[in-house]
């Protein structure tokens, strides 16, 4: 059996690493031949990620990297009102900050074991069977199953018809800063910081940061503002910029198999909804595809039952981004200090229901409760089984 994946980033190699992993003895059996096309000359460029990803998703991409691509452990975070105070949230698991461009060159190293890796060359169409590829010359690829892991714009999803996720826009740069404390993340809520979600800091080391905006639109202006008029960030900003990218950030899973094809990662819209973090979604999602390939259906079924609850409440968890005001988040940041985060996990957003009733108590804001309220709890039906 021939798989062929479009794409050599983080999801394209952990699908290859389970596809030919899982059940291996049945695998060879069924001699499966995986093909990974990489347009680009090698993984992870352009970067376009804050390398945030939670401890224990780190701990299982060990399974096939070294730990050469961790640059800082962080403990928790510090969530930021626009007034410029904050309130200190430790929770279950501790995060890693890794670097992409070695992570995903590990990764699809290690993806090398079992595929042929064709670098600088780009899917470009396929007809059910076969695909046109575009490198050093053309050339036809015959497959039986295609896997698109192409990214947020993703080719496969184009020419397969899949329907599209909504996108949110990110911009970040890598900048001279002095984190509170460079084990903690900070997250920058508030209208003047972006439009629908929030801005953040991720500590490299004690005088380095990711500061990224993900934003509705515009996260340029957004990203200005916060360096230039956040009452905290731009007294510990220095202008010193060593890296700036920018990428989208797609937002709903989308339905992701159709016949002979399926999606994986960014392509898919697999990234958590209130924080568009994608690496954790599509570790899952790869350990899904290769427990049930070829069953295509079955993967796309155990994926969303998996994660399907994390989906809609991260989805409510986004939605409140867009109902609070700057006086809303002022009176949270002030009443949270009251809350205890502690079994809450990055990567588990279901975990903020247990805190709700406990926001509600405290907060006597009748306003804030009426949004929290219509967030939450008008129509919590889950759309997946
Ligand atoms: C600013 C920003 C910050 C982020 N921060 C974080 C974070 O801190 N933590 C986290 O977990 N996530 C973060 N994310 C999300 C994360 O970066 C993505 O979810 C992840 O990179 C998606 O992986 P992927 O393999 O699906 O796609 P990609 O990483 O985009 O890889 C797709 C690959 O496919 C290749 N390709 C595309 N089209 C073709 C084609 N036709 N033929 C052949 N090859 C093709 C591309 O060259 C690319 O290498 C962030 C995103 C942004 C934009």
């Known amino acids: 059996m021939k798989v062929l994946i479009a794409g050599g980033g983080p999801a394209g190699s952990l699908a290859a690493l389970n596809i030919a992993e899982s059940g291996s003895a049945e695998n060879l059996e069924k001699n499966i031949e995986i093909t990974i096309v990489e347009e680009h000359a090698s993984a992870g460029f352009p970067v376009q990620c804050g390398g945030l990803i939670s401890e224990d ?6 399974r096939f990297v070294s730990d050469r691509s961790r640059l800082n452990n962080i403990k928790g975070a510090f969530f930021f009102s626009p007034d410029g105070n904050y309130v200190e949230a ?3 698991s501790g995060a890693v900050v890794v670097e992409r461009k070695v992570l995903d060159t590990e990764l699809l190293m290690a993806a090398s074991e079992y595929s042929e890796i064709r670098v600088k060359t780009k899917l470009v169409s396929f007809n ?3 695909a046109r590829l575009e490198g050093v010359k053309t050339e036809y690829l015959s497959y039986d199953v295609l896997i698109g892991a192409d990214g947020v714009a ?4 184009k020419l397969a018809a899949f329907p599209h996720p909504s996108y949110f826009s990110a911009v970040q740069m890598e900048i001279a800063f002095e984190p509170l404390d460079e084990r903690f993340v900070e997250l920058y809520f508030g209208r003047s910081y972006s439009d629908g979600f929030f801005a953040y800091s991720i500590p490299v080391d004690c005088d380095t940061a990711r500061i990224g905006v993900v934003s509705k639109q515009n996260p340029e202006y957004y990203l200005k503002n916060l360096i230039t008029k956040h009452p905290s960030v731009s007294e510990r900003v220095k202008r010193k910029i060593t890296e700036l990218n920018a990428g989208a950030i797609p937002v709903g899973l989308i339905d992701f198999v159709k016949g002979n094809i399926a999606l994986i990662g960014d392509a898919a819209g697999m990234v958590k909804p209130y924080t568009g973090g994608g690496i954790y979604y599509h570790l899952i999602a790869a350990e899904r595809l290769g427990k049930h390939f070829p069953n295509l259906e079955e993967y796309q ?10 989906y809609d409440v991260g989805i409510k968890i986004a939605k409140l981004y867009s109902l609070l005001d700057d006086e809303d988040y002022n009176y949270l940041v002030k009443v949270g200090k009251e809350i205890d985060f502690s079994e809450l996990h990055m990567d588990r957003p279901s975990g903020v229901l247990n805190l709700v009733p406990s926001i509600l108590k405290i907060a006597s804001k009748p306003s804030l409760i009426k949004k929290m309220a219509r967030a939450f709890f008008r129509s919590f039906k889950s759309s997946y089984p």
């Open 90 to 92: 430790v929770g279950r």
């Open 301 to 310: 079924k155990s994926y969303k039952k998996e994660l399907g609850k994390e």
């Open 154 to 157: 993703s080719t496969v999803a």
């Open 57 to 62: 998703c780190f701990i299982k991409l060990r």
């Open 128 to 130: 059910g069977e076969k």
